[in-house]
């Protein structure tokens, strides 16, 4: 079934993805758990290629989270040297495509020829406005909300701001990656029901759209198959629903 893109009256500005289903998608097929993320860097490119075509500003992809350093040596060094090497293949498509790289986490505790193989694409992106792509790496949404709490906390005690000051614009004003809008679509891959520590904060209103494809199956159709899904939500924010 193909979809009629035609057909998608509103298109999400923002849509944040959780990439799961990896290691299961490689079992399935008797691979290797690293071949499993090889095959989901490539669902990765085929994402943001859709996104592009399809006038979707913000994508923010989970793909390291502040649990995954429990991961076995190997593995966690697998998915490090896949980053490195995703970039040197993709990197041409951001220039092409307008896309600016951002980085949302713990960026210091990654390995630091990581940090500056990002940091390098980031400066070279860096003045494209049409599309951001986001990776959330070493990224926990607890974290980010305690450490915007403290920095908040560093700011009162030095005079800087109020305390009758903090509400909900001054906490996201802390966060990681302030002046990005929420996503208004969280998708999740593999089934999974649950958020894993993502944008707590940020997701507040957002629609869910959670599939059983794994990650690496997940393409250009099943991100369209989402938008739609995405359009036929009604979004009431607590309100009562329009005639
Ligand atoms: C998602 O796939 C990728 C990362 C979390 C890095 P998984 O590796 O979690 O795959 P499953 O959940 O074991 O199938
Ligand atoms: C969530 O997937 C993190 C990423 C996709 C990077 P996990 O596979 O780590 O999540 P859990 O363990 O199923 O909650
Ligand atoms: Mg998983």
């Known amino acids: 079934m193909s979809i009629d893109l035609q057909s998608l009256e509103k298109i ?7 990439m ?7 079992q399935e097929r008797g691979l290797s758990r690293i071949e499993g993320h090889q095959e989901g860097a490539q669902s990765v490119r085929a994402v943001l290629r859709a996104a592009a075509q399809v006038g979707v500003e913000y994508i923010t992809v989970y793909a390291f989270s502040t649990e995954n350093w429990k991961r076995p040596p190997k593995e966690v060094d697998g998915l490090m040297k896949l980053l490195v090497s995703s ?10 495509n307008n896309i600016r790289l951002q980085i949302m986490g713990q960026f210091k505790r990654l390995p630091l020829p990581v940090r500056m193989r990002l940091q390098k694409t980031m400066d070279a992106t860096a003045h494209y406005t049409d599309h951001t792509f986001i990776i959330a790496l070493s990224y926990g949404s607890r974290t980010e909300i305690a450490d915007a709490a403290k920095a908040i906390a560093e700011k009162v005690k030095a005079g800087e701001m109020k305390t009758k000051d903090i509400d909900e614009q001054s906490i996201a004003d802390h966060l990681y990656l302030p002046g990005v809008p929420d996503p208004e679509l969280m998708i999740r891959t593999s089934g999974e029901l649950r958020l894993s520590n993502f944008l707590l904060w940020q997701l507040s209103y957002s629609e869910f759209y959670i599939t059983d494809t794994y990650w690496p199956d997940f393409r250009e159709e099943q991100f369209f198959q989402a938008l739609e899904a995405f359009n036929d939500r009604d979004r009431r924010y607590g309100g009562v629903k329009k005639k």
Do not use: K, T
């Open 12 to 18: 999400p500005q923002h849509v944040a993805l959780i």
């Open 20 to 26: 799961d289903g990896n290691g299961r998608w490689a």
């Open 87 to 96: 970039l040197n293949a993709y990197e041409q498509e951001l220039h092409d």
